[in-house]
């Protein structure tokens, strides 16, 4: 079983930075398929980022250039830098896990088994 905890979310203004951390537990984040997916009111939860154990990654459209996702194995943790934030940035923030790659493709939500309780991000103008 696979335990993740969010944390680092917060309420900033347009063009500053924040870096969400999510802590495992159960499993070695090195060896799990691992991402970021935010939801907003009455929309679909969508993919954000993603890391591979291979560290390999992918980004969404929307915030490539602007956001590194990272694994730090000795924390044991994945994080996301997010920079020049934006108020359509404005979510809750999950963190996701699989211990092996999915058929569907990473960004898709619906591909991870373990999640987090979010953590919220609110950006103002």
């Known amino acids: 079983q696979v335990q993740l905890v969010e944390s680092g979310g917060d309420s900033v203004q347009a063009g500053g930075a924040l870096r969400l951390s999510c802590a495992a537990s159960?499993?070695?984040?090195?060896?799990?398929?691992m991402g970021w997916f935010r939801q907003a009111p009455g929309k679909e939860r969508e993919g954000v980022a993603t890391?591979?154990?291979?560290?390999?990654?992918s980004y969404a459209d929307s915030v490539k250039g602007r956001f590194t996702i990272s694994k730090d194995n000795a924390k044991n943790t994945m994080y996301l830098q997010m920079n020049s934030l934006k108020p359509e940035d404005t979510a809750m923030y999950y963190c996701?896990?699989?211990?092996?790659?999915?058929?569907?493709?990473?960004?898709?939500?619906?591909?991870?088994?373990?999640w987090g309780q979010g953590t919220q991000v609110t950006v103002s103008s």
């Open positions: 996701a896990a699989n211990l092996f790659p999915s058929l569907r493709r990473v960004l898709d939500a619906r591909g991870y088994g373990y």
């Open positions: 159960g499993n070695s984040v090195s060896r799990l398929y």
């Open positions: 890391v591979d154990s291979d560290g390999s990654t």
